[in-house]
């Protein structure tokens, strides 16, 4: 495990993307999603990522110079269209178009085609928190979960997210996926030659399995809830509405025909939107009370949730979002630890694309542990 | 079972709620919101809650006059005071305040304080649909569930509802209690002696359990994923959020302060907020893009779910909304069933309050089966 300074894998982040064409302000706003995701502890969805967006970008998928615009308009509603540029660019010019509407009319809402993967919805919504507005942002995503009495994978891990400001305490950020696990849980339990638990895959033959490789194998992840005895319909139910809001509504693609973020899969024929479609929203919180009200009452909650009876003693309620503020601000300290496999695929990145490699230099030097 | 026309149920509901002293308007739209949940199939929230309004009215804690009033405000923004009303008539007077911002602005949004039980989330939800915008619906409740790591109830079952229009098809429903079993479950299971499957509820000592009276004993119904492992944390992330935007955004109560349904237990003293709250919105279809496009896209949708390759052949993906459709158009026909605890409810009912019982004619002539 390395840990790099922050700033060092933002420098290198951002030449990457420079590297394969993206303008300085898209470079820099694209780093800042990638590096935000690791800094609050989400690797998955950080700079893990990077070599495949660049691989969508070598396939002709991904358009480094994307002219985003507004397409349909009300005074609190728009649709994006992302001209198949990053998500990671695309998305926050589609918030920032929500925050701007709810500044003036209370609320906005912007449902964004013709995109690709976003990152964390997170970074998204915590966007409008930064101006005393309730956060909304969801995405569609490559199909791996199939719905409740299914085998087909019809759906993405659509993540849902809500981030409202407190006082005190650090934001509430709920940011999940609606499936029962992430697929990325499958491939550590893979590697370790471990079973996974009955309840997050199918087999390709619609059966309960333990085995880590089912959904590599032609199986499928399932919905939060797992099976109908414990609610696996509505975590379809919330996925369907992540789907609908972010590719029906917009006019992207939608369920299986969601083009897949790997590269090395083509996206299906006769597609009915173009790419990949999210739902960004923003709600002034004085909208509806004053904010220093909401926020007392926030800090109220929050506290009453962290002091909950605890089932072990060492165990305290985790209030959503509290542990990736937290690992924020370790990282920042301590610099982001990156894996032996990204840093080496990262380094492999920056021999191909002429970039300057990451160096570990001073406390910075690389701990191979 | 009695199955009882929609009418005549209609005219006793009704009239239950002009003997409390509802005026006519409201004891209309109250009938309406029960009845059509017993269409709907989902019968815990029909004329089975009836007996429990009418408590809650006698033990004073219900307003049959209320003047529900907006309190705060901007273009599609607002926080209605409900004046401690039935939840049944204060959400749809909300809801429209919605619609109407919506029908102006693009969407509208609407926090609700000082309420009560609203009935079905989906109600509330679908009356945006028939303006061909898209509902919101979520609503705080009696705490019963507890956080994950907790054996506390501070959580209700706090229900989701998202209702989209679709073309040939009905509309999609996505309405759901945001643990991973309603209580009602627990109480089936409980009368007929049987256990209930592990992931449903914790015992007092915040053990698994499989009894059925675990939450009668003390404990606590488990957040949708049931346990860290499946994504209880997701589920009680999701019933966080609906408990904010209902609860601390509205100025209602929130977690455990939410006064409870049932009139032999009293709110806890020192509540932060009044009443129980709601949260409703609705945002045009047309908003986004031409509603026929957002039509002939969500059937194809619908369809391409409805055809997913099945687990069992007998069994096809339920689309959210249909079975609550079908059940309407049944129950339409042949009469809305009344298990005959609920008839029997019903007839005192009538009797301590000196209204016409219930009378079965002709082919409505009970069936005591």
Redo the contacts between chains.
Sequence with gaps: MNRLPEQRLRAFTYSIFKSIGCPDADAALATDVLVTADLRGVDSHGVARLSGYVRLWENGRLNATPKPHVV????????VDGDGGLGLVVAPYAMEIAIEKARQ???G?V?IRNSNHFGIAGYHALRAVAHDM?GYAVTNASPLV???????R?LGTNP?C?A?PAGEYPP?V?D??????ANGKLEVAGRAGNPI?E??A?SAD?QATTDAAAVKNGGALLP???DR???S??????S??V???S?????AN???WVPPFVAYLQPVADQ??QGIGHFVGA???D???PVA??KA??D??IA??KG?????ER????I?GEPEHKATRTNRERGIPLVEAVWTDLQQLAAKLGVTPLVMEGEGIPDKG
Excluded: C
Excluded at 308 to 312: F, G, L, Q
Excluded at 315 to 318: A, E, F, G, L, Y
């Design positions: 349909h308009e009300t005074p609190t509603t728009a649709t009319y209370g609320s809402w449902a309730i199939a719905p409740t009495f299914s085998t087909e019809l849902v809500y409202f509430v709920v999940m996926a609606t499936s029962a696990a638990p309840g997050w199918l619609g939060l809830g797992s005895e414990h609610g319909h509505k975590g379809f139910g919330l369907a509405t789907d609908i809001l590719g029906v509504l917009s006019g939608y369920g299986p009915p939107g709600m002034r919180v909208g509806f009370r009200d909401f009452n926030m109220q909650w009453r949730f909950a009876r605890r089932v072990e165990q305290p309620v985790i959503p």
